[in-house]
């Protein structure tokens, strides 16, 4: 009598399984994204959650937030057969997919980011538009949107505008990232990613993700500038960071414990990612950060140490995200539908899904953002004030650039490098 090899129940993959389809640019997706969530929610704790700490660089990670959604749908334009059809997801609404919903919530926050950007900013684009001739001028003269007022009274009124745009951009951001959570959340096929605490997870790791990139982008700025720190600030910032971390490790945990305890076919998928799960998620970049931060927040250490501390524990923090999104999204591709076998992921360094071509798009929100940083004041900027006596100009140090106005040329203190 014929018998089937042991082998082949035991390692067998269904035919259309033996392909990663969704590979490096849906990973670096979900991770740009919540680097978006994660700046804006700082931001938001200074506008309404009054965390005077971070008041010198809430304008900082709104600028930082608007980069990075900026790029949040670059990689799946990478990873379309047809990205010039992306439009379509927009004219064509669908509301039974859960793709086509998020076009529309990625779409709306980014207005509402675009909105409270230009109210914080519009004193400073009115000044620029009177001192400022040539082409330049005409585009500080856009940027007004043809409103020259700038008065003690519309200040109060951008001001609460700002802080109402915060409010509801707040839960937005949190809507936005939870969604990305529930597109994995929701596919049942892939038994690694069906769990309702997928969405949860998803957030409160941007978050994280979100923070500790904000402390290494604000401590090179400072560096390349050669500006004292704001270590009153490190230390708060360092607080918010270890208790986002502290929630997102927790719920991970509780998640790997429950699929261990009941010693399901979920526990499998652990298997083939006992290197980039168990040694470098859980491991090292989890409980390595999680006693550094924590050793940093409770502890009175030195100014220049805890700077210190604080940048390696963030980019550890950083990295242990991103190793969760390869973890979630490569890793639950691994094992065979038919939980017979696994399937093997090649990578690649070059072509439209390589290393090189998602190293491009995660790098292109920093030269944005840099872009950007030569044009308008970012970091440590307040806003200027419209009262009679005060000179309109802003108060930030550095090096010597002219400006042309209708009367002449003047000159105004800027920074020497205004990132």
């Known amino acids: 009598m014929w018998e089937l090899p042991t082998d082949a129940l035991v390692n067998y993959v269904f035919p259309n399984n033996q392909v990663i389809w969704w590979e490096l640019p849906i990973v670096i997706y979900p991770y740009i ?3 978006m969530a994660g700046a804006f929610v700082v931001s938001a704790l200074w506008h309404l959650f009054d965390v005077a700490e971070f ?15 900026l790029f949040a749908g670059v990689p799946l334009l990478l990873h379309l057969g047809q990205p010039l059809r992306a439009y379509k997801i927009f004219v064509t609404p669908h509301v039974t997919s859960a793709m086509s919903i998020f076009g529309y919530v990625w779409g709306g926050y980014m207005l509402l980011l675009l909105m409270e950007i230009w109210l914080i900013y519009r ?26 007022v700038h008065h003690p009274d519309s200040v109060r009124l951008d001001h609460s505008l ?60 400072k560096y390349w500038r050669r500006e004292e720190y704001d270590y009153v600030m490190v230390r708060k910032f360092v607080m ?40 470098g998620q859980v491991l090292l970049f ?5 006693l550094l931060i924590g050793y ?76 950007i940083s030569r044009f308008i004041p970012i970091l440590d900027y307040t806003g200027e004030t419209a009262e ?7 108060r930030w140090k550095g090096r010597e650039t002219r400006f042309r106005s209708r009367r002449g040329s003047r000159q105004l203190a800027q920074p020497k490098t205004p990132l």
Request: glycine letters at 8%.
């Open 33 to 35: 994204t919540g680097m």
């Open 296 to 371: 940093v927040a409770v502890a009175n250490l030195k100014d220049r140490l805890t700077l210190i501390l604080a940048n390696v524990g963030s980019l550890l923090l950083v990295l242990q995200v991103l190793f969760m999104r390869y973890n979630v999204v490569i890793g639950g591709q691994l094992i065979s539908k038919s939980e017979r076998g696994f399937v093997d992921y090649h990578w690649q360094f070059l072509g439209r899904e390589g290393v090189l071509a998602v190293g491009l798009i995660f790098i292109a929100p920093f030269v944005l953002y840099y872009l």
């Open 388 to 394: 009679p006596d005060s000179d309109s100009r802003l």
């Open 162 to 221: 700002s802080v109402l745009l915060a409010g509801i951009g707040l839960p937005w951001a949190c809507l936005l990232h939870g969604y990305v959570g529930f597109i994995f959340g929701s596919i049942k096929a892939i038994a690694w990613w069906a769990t309702p605490l997928q969405p949860i997870i998803f957030l409160v790791s941007a978050m994280v993700s979100g923070m500790g990139m904000l402390m290494l982008m604000y401590s090179a700025i």
């Open 123 to 148: 004193p400073y684009f009115i000044r620029m538009a009177d001192e400022t001739s040539g082409l330049m001028g005409s585009v500080w003269r856009i940027l007004t949107l043809g409103v020259r």
């Open 240 to 279: 918010y960071l270890w208790s986002f971390f502290i929630l997102a490790f927790t719920l991970e945990i509780l998640e790997l414990a429950t699929v261990i305890y009941e010693r399901s076919h979920h526990w499998k998928i652990v298997r083939p990612l006992f290197g980039s799960f168990v040694i």
């Open 55 to 69: 008041k010198r660089i809430s304008n900082f990670a709104l600028i930082a937030a608007l980069c990075f959604g």
């Open 286 to 290: 989890s409980v390595v950060p999680f």
